[in-house]
């Protein structure tokens, strides 16, 4: 520091008045460029974080007497055994053609799907899991010679809910 401040006080007047006013306005832009401006983007996204979670708070109040209503009208346990629930859901949601075995297998099913539409299969898991409480135990899932279309070997166990 005593060479720096040497170097300074060795220098005309009117160089240290430019050193002195070239090291202020880069201390001012470090102090707005590097603090400033950073922060003022933190508080920004924070406010339009929290604007949106109080929109969507607000969009979930006034449709909470639609969201009970669609979970009121879930399918109730049939007393299907699980491979006739599999089978008919499959059917029913359009995999009928797709289908081409479904066997019991331990606690759960056993499924084979051969050129089945890809997102009809997604639908179908998802139903059984959210609506009839079976849940994946093992899938494998390949490409079938079209596009869209996959084979699936499937297990599927009830779901400990």
Same mark, same amino acid.
């Given at each position: 520091m005593n060479r720096l401040m040497a170097w300074y006080l060795?220098?005309? &007047?009117?160089?240290?008045?430019? %050193?002195?006013? =070239?090291?202020?306005?880069?201390? %001012?832009?470090? $102090? $707005?460029? =590097?603090?400033?401006? &950073?922060?003022?983007? /933190?508080?920004?996204?924070? %406010?339009q974080a929290r604007d949106t979670r109080r929109a969507d708070l607000a969009w979930m109040n006034s449709n909470l007497p639609e969201v009970r !209503? +669609?979970?009121?009208?879930? !399918? &109730?346990?049939? +007393?299907? /055994?699980p491979v006739v629930l599999v089978d008919r859901i499959g059917r029913e949601v359009g995999l009928g053609t797709a289908l081409r075995g479904t066997q019991p297998s331990g606690t759960g099913v056993r499924v084979q799907l051969e050129a089945a539409p890809f997102d009809t299969l997604v639908t179908w898991l998802a139903t059984l899991e959210e609506r009839h409480g079976l849940a994946i135990e093992s899938i494998s899932v390949d490409r079938a010679a079209r596009p869209g279309l996959v084979n699936a070997n499937i297990t599927f166990a009830q !779901?400990?809910?």
């Amino acid at each position: 520091m005593n060479r720096l401040m040497a170097w300074y006080l060795a220098l005309q &007047p009117r160089e240290r008045r430019m %050193v002195l006013i =070239g090291g202020i306005v880069v201390g %001012v832009l470090v $102090v $707005v460029g =590097g603090i400033l401006m &950073p922060l003022e983007s /933190a508080v920004s996204n924070a %406010v339009q974080a929290r604007d949106t979670r109080r929109a969507d708070l607000a969009w979930m109040n006034s449709n909470l007497p639609e969201v009970r !209503a +669609g979970s009121a009208s879930l !399918a &109730p346990d049939t +007393g299907e /055994a699980p491979v006739v629930l599999v089978d008919r859901i499959g059917r029913e949601v359009g995999l009928g053609t797709a289908l081409r075995g479904t066997q019991p297998s331990g606690t759960g099913v056993r499924v084979q799907l051969e050129a089945a539409p890809f997102d009809t299969l997604v639908t179908w898991l998802a139903t059984l899991e959210e609506r009839h409480g079976l849940a994946i135990e093992s899938i494998s899932v390949d490409r079938a010679a079209r596009p869209g279309l996959v084979n699936a070997n499937i297990t599927f166990a009830q !779901a400990n809910k």
